[in-house]
């Protein structure tokens, strides 16, 4: 439940800031902002201990929606929601709607009172200005191979990255290689959009710009409860910060999308 209500809090204003109005209808809660980021356009299922029927109907609510969007976007499925037939036939169902599993990710969740980060590499900034979103953007883009232009797109004109998220950026040699953001949701910061440029992974980047946005979001706002929700690829970095994995998500889009976020 709180990994999805934090989706709900933050997502909405991420579509505001866009210029979207999140809404909801018969347990789908829209969370579009009709980026070219797949992962800022979102839709959720608001009901806990869902019926398998009822899981049914709202994924055909979902699906029809998605159908209609020209970007890309995604049904965030939160598996422990579901009642255990709901769960046991989750992939009949989903596929029955017309839908299907993209990838699936972690919710995670922790109380930290992390300290000022220090890798010997690196140079952390805020992000401040127009060219710092740019930038923000190239390396989610990047890191999810897609072209540099989208990430620039989806981050350029933000006033909501600019004021309210604290987001970072770690320079190499003064290139910039990694990035992350805390955002303030209900009572917790939400992590989000962390990134690492492939031919920098592996070297603890991702790691302590992640815990730099922690620890300047936490020392602003007084809130030690972080929460996450993650790819695969991203989860064992949040691990090491000191979050636990909960909830398995399920992304889901229309049967046969391509999903955008390369192979």
Same mark, same amino acid.
């Given at each position: 439940?709180?990994?999805?209500?934090?989706?709900?809090?933050?997502?909405?204003? &991420?579509?505001?800031?866009?210029?979207?109005?999140?809404?909801? /209808?018969?347990?789908?809660?829209? &969370?579009?902002?009709?980026?070219?980021?797949?992962?800022? $356009?979102?839709?959720?299922?608001?009901?806990?201990?869902?019926?398998?029927?009822?899981?049914?109907?709202?994924?055909?609510?979902?699906?029809?929606?998605?159908?209609?969007?020209?970007?890309?976007?995604?049904?965030?499925?939160?598996?422990?929601?579901?009642?255990?037939?709901?769960?046991?036939?989750?992939?009949?169902?989903?596929?029955?709607?017309?839908?299907?599993?993209?990838?699936?990710?972690?919710?995670?969740?922790?109380?930290?009172?992390? /300290?000022?980060?220090?890798?010997?590499?690196?140079?952390?900034? !805020?992000?401040?200005?127009?060219?710092?979103?740019?930038?923000?953007?190239?390396? $989610?883009?990047?890191?999810?191979?897609?072209?540099?232009?989208?990430?620039?797109?989806?981050?350029?004109?933000?006033?909501?990255?600019?004021?309210?998220?604290?987001?970072?950026?770690?320079?190499? /040699?003064?290139?910039?290689?990694?990035?992350?953001?805390?955002?303030?949701?209900?009572?917790?910061?939400?992590?989000?959009?962390?990134?690492?440029?492939?031919?920098?992974?592996?070297?603890?980047?991702?790691?302590?710009?992640?815990?730099?946005?922690?620890?300047?979001?936490?020392?602003?706002?007084?809130?030690?409860?972080?929460?996450?929700?993650?790819?695969?690829?991203?989860?064992?970095?949040?691990?090491?910060?000191?979050? !636990?994995?909960?909830?398995?998500?399920?992304?889901?889009?229309?049967?046969?999308? /391509?999903?955008?976020?390369?192979?």
């Amino acid at each position: 439940m709180e990994s999805r209500d934090q989706l709900i809090a933050v997502w909405s204003r &991420l579509a505001r800031d866009r210029g979207a109005v999140p809404a909801a /209808d018969q347990g789908v809660q829209f &969370l579009w902002a009709g980026s070219p980021f797949g992962l800022w $356009n979102a839709l959720t299922l608001t009901g806990a201990d869902l019926p398998a029927e009822d899981l049914s109907e709202e994924l055909v609510r979902a699906a029809d929606f998605l159908l209609t969007r020209p970007e890309d976007g995604y049904l965030w499925l939160f598996e422990e929601l579901l009642s255990p037939r709901a769960r046991h036939e989750l992939a009949d169902r989903v596929a029955d709607a017309g839908l299907e599993v993209a990838f699936t990710g972690r919710a995670l969740e922790g109380e930290l009172s992390p /300290d000022e980060p220090v890798h010997p590499e690196l140079e952390f900034r !805020r992000v401040e200005t127009e060219d710092d979103l740019r930038t923000y953007g190239e390396i $989610n883009a990047l890191a999810y191979d897609l072209p540099p232009t989208v990430g620039q797109e989806a981050f350029s004109g933000s006033k909501l990255w600019l004021d309210e998220a604290y987001a970072f950026i770690g320079y190499r /040699d003064g290139r910039a290689v990694t990035c992350a953001a805390a955002l303030p949701g209900s009572g917790a910061l939400v992590v989000a959009f962390v990134a690492t440029l492939t031919e920098d992974a592996r070297r603890g980047y991702g790691e302590a710009v992640t815990r730099k946005a922690i620890a300047e979001g936490a020392r602003a706002t007084g809130h030690r409860r972080i929460v996450s929700h993650s790819t695969a690829a991203g989860q064992p970095v949040l691990e090491r910060v000191g979050l !636990r994995p909960g909830t398995a998500v399920h992304f889901l889009q229309p049967t046969g999308a /391509d999903d955008g976020f390369g192979d």
